[in-house]
C-alpha cells in the first residue's frame, strides 16, 4: 500500500490539471480512493526473534529523588539517588544539581560512590569544575541498573504526586531543563543518542516543552491499531554506549575508578576525600538507611535489530524503543519485587501483547 508521504510526492491528489490538445487548460477532479492509512515500517514479533532478555529494578520513592547534602563526620555528604523509571531522563539534571550542592568552598580530590549514570554523569560534571575524581563502585557497567534502561528522555515515573513537596517540584524543574539541553549537545553516534518520532496511544494532543510537536493525530495519519494516538519528538539514549564512553571520558580526564562495596556510613566516612557524592542507586536503601526506596521491576524482551523502524511507540500494549542493539519491548512495573531475573511468563506476555498488536497493523 502506498504511503501517504508516496502520494502526496506526486502532486497530483485532488485537483490535477489536465492539458487537452487544442483546448484551454482545465481543472478536473481526481477520483478520490479511500485515503490508506500513513505508512510506517512494522515491528516483527515473534517470540523465535528474541534474542536476549532483561529485568531491571527501579531505585523508586514515592516522594522523590533525593539531592541533598548532609554532614558525615568531617566530610560533606551529597545524596543523588532514588529516580525511579526516570534515572536516564533526570541524570544529567539532578547531577549538576548535586555538585552545586557539594562543591563551593570545597578543595581537593572528591569521592563519588556508584558508577550507574548517576555516578558517571556526577562524576564528570565534578572535572569540568575542575576537581580530581574518584568512583567507588560496588559495581561496573555492564552490572548496573542504568545499562538495563530503556533509554526513553521522558521524565516518567518517577514519584507520587501527592507526595511530593513544592521545593522537590522545584528540584525537578531545573533538574529536567538541564538535562534536557545536556542531552541534545550530546546526539550522536558517539553517545548513541538520538531524536525520534515518539507514537503515544493518547487522547491529549497539548504540547509541553519536553515533547516538542507534540499533537493529536487522524485515524489515517498513523497505522497503529488504536483510536488515539499522539505524535511528539523526544531523545533515546542507547544507555550501554552513553555509559561505556561516559567512563570513558572519565578516565581520559584524569578520573580513578575502585571497584569496592560500602556496608555502613563509617566506612564511607573512613574515605580520604573530604567531599563524596552518594549515587547508589537503590544500594542507598542498605547503605544509608532510606525506607522509603522501593525496587520497581522491569522487565525487557530483545528482538533482533531492525534498523528501518525509526520510531517509537508507548502505549497499552507496552513499549516499543528501537535501538541499533535490537528493538526493546517492555515493559512491567512491579512495585516491591525485588529479584532482578526475567520471568519466562511475563517476557512471553510481552512479547505477545506486542505480537497482537503489530498483527492488526492498518497499512503494508
Ligand atoms: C526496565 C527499565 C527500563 C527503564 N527505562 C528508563 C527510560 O527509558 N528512561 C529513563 O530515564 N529511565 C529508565 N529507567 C530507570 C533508570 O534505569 C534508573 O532510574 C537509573 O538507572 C538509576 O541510576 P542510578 O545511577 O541511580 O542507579 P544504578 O544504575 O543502580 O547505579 C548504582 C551504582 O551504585 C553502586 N552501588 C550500590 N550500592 C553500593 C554500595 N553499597 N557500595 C558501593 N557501590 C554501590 C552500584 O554497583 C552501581 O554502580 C528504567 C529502568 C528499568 C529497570
Redesign the pocket.
Known amino acids: 500500500m502506498e504511503s501517504r508521504r508516496g502520494i502526496l510526492g506526486t502532486g497530483l491528489t485532488g485537483l490535477g490539471a489536465l492539458a487537452l490538445p487544442g483546448c484551454a487548460t482545465i481543472a478536473t477532479r481526481r477520483p478520490v480512493a479511500a485515503t490508506p492509512a500513513t505508512c510506517l515500517p512494522r515491528v516483527n514479533v515473534s517470540a523465535d526473534r528474541v534474542i536476549r532478555t ?6 523508586y520513592r514515592a516522594s522523590g529523588f533525593v539531592v541533598r547534602a548532609e554532614a558525615l563526620d568531617d566530610k560533606r555528604l551529597v545524596h543523588n ?1 532514588g ?9 544529567w539534571g539532578t547531577s549538576r544539581l548535586a555538585i552545586e550542592l557539594g562543591l563551593p568552598g570545597h578543595q581537593g580530590p572528591v569521592a563519588v ?7 558517571l554523569t556526577t562524576a564528570r560534571l565534578v572535572q569540568e569544575a575542575g576537581f580530581p575524581v574518584t568512583i ?5 557497567p555492564p ?12 521524565p516518567y515515573g ?1 514519584f507520587d504526586g501527592d507526595a511530593v513537596t513544592a521545593e522537590w517540584r522545584a528540584q525537578l524543574a531545573r533538574a529536567a531543563d538541564y538535562s534536557w539541553r545536556r542531552f541534545q549537545i550530546m546526539v550522536g553516534n558517539d553517545y548513541g543518542i538520538r531524536w525520534l518520532p515518539t507514537y503515544a496511544e493518547s487522547r491529549n494532543g497539548r504540547s509541553d516543552a519536553h515533547e516538542p510537536g507534540r499533537r493529536l493525530l487522524g485515524r489515517q495519519e498513523h497505522p497503529f491499531p488504536v483510536e488515539s494516538v499522539a505524535r511528539y519528538e523526544t531523545m533515546y539514549i542507547e544507555t550501554g554506549r552513553f555509559l561505556r564512553e561516559l567512563a570513558e571520558d572519565i578516565q581520559i580526564a584524569g578520573g580513578h575508578i575502585v571497584v ?4 555502613t556510613p563509617a566506612e564511607v566516612a573512613a574515605l580520604s576525600e573530604r567531599l563524596v557524592f552518594n ?6 536503601a ?2 544509608f538507611g532510606d525506607k522509603e526506596l522501593t525496587p520497581i ?4 524482551a530483545i528482538l533482533v535489530p531492525q534498523p528501518e523502524v525509526q520510531y517509537a511507540f508507548n502505549g497499552s500494549a507496552g513499549y516499543m ?1 528501537p535501538r541499533a542493539d535490537g528493538i526493546l519491548l ?2 512491567t512495573f512491579e512495585r516491591g519485587v525485588a529479584d532482578a531475573t526475567p520471568q519466562s511468563d511475563d517476557i512471553a506476555r510481552i512479547v505477545e501483547s506486542h505480537r497482537r498488536f503489530y498483527a492488526g497493523w492498518r497499512c503494508g
Open positions: 532483561m529485568a531491571g529494578l527501579r531505585p539517588y529516580h525511579g523509571g526516570a534515572g536516564i531522563t533526570l541524570s560512590l556508584g558508577a550507574g549514570v548517576m555516578g567507588y563502585t560496588a559495581a561496573l552490572d548496573t541498573t542504568s545499562n538495563i534502561a530503556g533509554g526513553q528522555w521522558h518517577h569496592r562495596s560500602f556496608a549515587c547508589t542507586g537503590l544500594g542507598a542498605a547503605l521491576r522491569g522487565q525487557l524503543f517492555g515493559g
